[in-house]
Nanobody
C-alpha cells in the first residue's frame, strides 16, 4: 500500500506561517496528482490545493495568494506553504495522493490505481 504521513502542523498566531509536508512511502508506485484538504470542526472536508504530475496547480479561492503547493518527486513529498494565516484556516489538514502501481518496468493493464490519504495534521490559528 501507499502510506502518507503529514507533518508541520501546529499553533500559530494570525498572520503567521506554517509549512506542511506530506511524505509518501511504499513500493512500486507512481504518484500522479497530490493535494491538500482540510476539515474544520462541524464542517465538511474541502479541497485546499492540488498539483498534478506536470506541475499544474489549483487552489481554493480562500487559499489563493496565501498558500503555495509544491512537490518534490525525488522525495515523494508534497508541501503546502501557508502564509498570512487566519483563524478561519483552523482545521485538520489531510494529504491526498493518487497514482498507479507497477511491476518491474511494466504498468498493469488495466491500471492498478490507488487513492491514498494521510491521517491529518492539526493547524490552529489564534486571533
Amino acid at each position: 500500500q501507499v502510506q502518507l504521513v503529514e507533518s508541520g502542523g501546529g499553533l500559530v498566531q494570525a498572520g503567521g506561517s506554517l509549512r506542511l509536508s506530506c511524505a509518501a512511502s511504499g513500493s512500486d508506485f507512481r504518484i500522479d496528482d497530490m493535494g491538500w484538504y482540510r476539515q474544520a470542526p462541524g464542517k465538511q472536508r474541502e479541497g485546499v490545493a492540488a498539483v498534478t504530475s506536470s506541475g499544474d496547480t489549483d487552489y481554493a479561492d480562500s487559499a489563493k495568494g496565501r498558500f503555495t503547493i509544491s512537490r518534490d518527486d525525488a522525495r515523494n513529498t508534497v508541501y503546502l506553504q501557508m502564509n498570512s494565516l487566519k483563524p478561519e484556516d483552523t482545521a485538520v489538514y489531510y494529504c491526498n495522493a493518487r497514482g498507479s502501481y507497477y511491476s518491474g518496468s511494466y504498468y498493469y493493464t488495466p491500471p492498478r490505481r490507488y487513492d491514498a490519504w494521510g491521517q491529518g495534521t492539526q493547524v490552529t490559528v489564534s486571533a
